[in-house]
């Protein structure tokens, strides 16, 4: 078996990243790898702060070829495709150029404005790269590189939630549960899931913190809402937060993938769902989501729920989204990295 290192920004969070690298982690490790996890923010095994989210000190080199000193293989989470820290991307390049790598992307600043101005990522004899949408796929074959397609995966069977327990925990006495289940940045686009929520005459459960610096604009989005809201983390599990909904909201103008989306369906929630360019290529599996922009059809639905709907969609996640399958597939990209 083989020594492996992961690194992202950070690590042990609610964000997708970290869910994901998890995932993983827990993969490998009960395949008999060694797995050392490291991040500059977080819970990772190893915490070297120099390479959080957006700044590293100009001696942070040292620090990470110690860090890999003896490993076999290093897994690079989102660090080289949204490099917002771009010394530390710099750093990780030279670090890596005689290491065996795989880049882990699950988005791109190629696909923010904002960010649009920033280098795609390198190709590397040693390196490989991995994406989890057709998309990015697309990117990186018209910068030159080229890349293996690995989609989230996600249980099928998740554990039983409590559900009445969380909502009492809650305070929420028979109303309409509406679950944001995000972090609160301006690409989640709360207001529009607030403003679903209450043409539902439902309350919203905001689970994740505000972030990147948009407390200002969502505390104007607040300023302006009708019904009350929730903001809090689940009292529960995660499994527990999805049980005590009545439904599901994933309001994104953009996601790299959009975990929520399939947890509403192995948790049997209805989701609404605005248009975000990912969304596109899950639909093609055959899914029935609910329009954000049509609340009336939530509304109908809610009223008289369709079971066959569930059972469809779920049918679905067994055979495309299954976490049954990561073992075989991380078997064989470590085996073709390692090959190279």
Not at 71 to 80: A, C, K, P
Not at 315 to 325: G, L, M, R, S, T
């Amino acid at each position: 078996m083989s020594r492996i290192a992961i690194i992202s920004y950070r690590l042990g969070g609610t964000d997708g990243v970290s869910i994901e690298v998890e995932k993983w982690l827990g993969a490998l490790r009960a395949q008999g790898h060694e797995v050392r996890t490291i991040a500059g923010e977080g819970y990772p095994d190893l915490l070297i702060p120099g390479i959080g989210l957006y700044n590293a000190p100009s001696d942070i080199e040292p620090a990470l070829s110690k860090a890999l000193e003896g490993y076999d293989l290093v897994i690079v989470e989102n660090v080289i495709s949204l490099p917002l820290n771009s010394h530390l991307r710099e750093t990780l390049y030279r670090v890596l150029e005689e290491r065996v790598a795989i880049f882990h992307h699950h988005d791109f600043a190629m696909d923010r404005p904002s960010l649009s101005h920033l280098a795609p990522p390198r190709k590397h004899p040693l390196w490989t790269h991995v994406v989890i949408n057709e998309h990015s796929q697309k990117l990186l074959n018209g910068v030159g590189v080229g890349s293996l397609l690995m989609r989230n995966l996600f249980e099928v069977d998740p554990p039983m939630a409590n559900r009445e327990e969380t909502r009492e925990a809650l305070g929420v006495n028979g109303e309409l549960l509406a679950l944001f289940p995000s972090r609160v940045i301006e690409r989640k686009n709360p207001g529009r899931a607030l403003r679903f929520a209450n043409q539902l005459n439902a309350t919203m459960w905001i689970l994740g913190e505000v972030e990147d610096f948009y407390d200002g604009e969502f505390s104007q989005i607040v300023e302006s809402q009708v019904r009350p809201f929730l903001h809090q983390r689940s009292p529960g599990s995660i499994h527990d937060a999805y049980g005590a909904s009545d439904l599901v909201i994933v309001s994104s103008n953009w996601e790299g993938f959009g975990n929520p989306v399939i947890e509403s369906v192995t948790h049997r929630r209805p989701l609404a769902v605005h248009n975000y360019p990912i969304l596109q290529e899950i639909m093609k599996f055959g899914f029935a989501f609910f329009d954000i922009h049509d609340p009336e059809t939530m509304r109908r639905f809610l009223a008289k729920p369709n079971q066959s709907i569930f059972d469809a969609n779920l049918a679905i996640v067994a055979e495309h989204f299954n976490i049954k399958n990561l073992p075989k597939q991380l078997e064989a990209l470590v085996a073709y990295a390692l090959s190279r």
